[in-house]
């Protein structure tokens, strides 16, 4: 695999997910080649969903989130600022996606990835030269070079 990839918030979750044991192995197998390659990125947005997801999902979990965000903070964040919302805004308009989705399509743009992992866009589609793949129907050796 050639290319950074960026991390949508669903994948993450899906690592602590143990009511969906399948999703949940491709989710760590993918998370794990990505520290070993280091090629993982990600953003502030997506960290707050994660942690706000998961406190609310399970309780007492608020720990273990912290780590976990706190462990992310490697993979250097990308920040929403007036450049990024100009961006999504630009991603929305082009691609009619919410306006939540277009800024993780931003924020990938951003970390200048060449792939956004998420189970919550069309696998396979280019959107403003990051192309959407699905964690849970390709593993982590399957990108083109």
């Not at 690592?15 to 953003?43: F, T, Y």
């Not at 250097?76 to 989705?101: C, G, H, M």
Request: include cysteine.
């Amino acid at each position: 695999m050639t290319g950074t990839v960026f991390v949508d918030t669903n994948v993450l979750i899906y690592v602590r997910e143990e009511h969906h044991p399948l999703k949940q192995q491709k989710a760590i197998s993918w998370m794990r080649h990505l520290w070993d390659s280091d090629n993982g990125r990600i953003s502030f947005q997506v960290l707050q969903e994660y942690f706000n997801k998961m406190v609310q999902k399970k309780t007492g979990f608020a720990e273990q989130a912290r780590a976990d965000v706190r462990d992310l903070l490697a993979w250097n964040p990308v920040t929403v600022n007036a450049s990024l919302l100009e961006r999504a805004w630009k991603i929305q308009d082009r691609y009619r996606l919410s306006f939540w989705d277009s800024l993780i399509v931003a924020a990938a743009r951003t970390a200048s990835c060449r792939w956004l992992l998420t189970e919550d866009l069309q696998s396979g589609q280019n959107l403003d030269g990051v192309t959407i793949v699905d964690p849970f129907l390709t593993a982590p050796g399957q990108l083109p070079a």
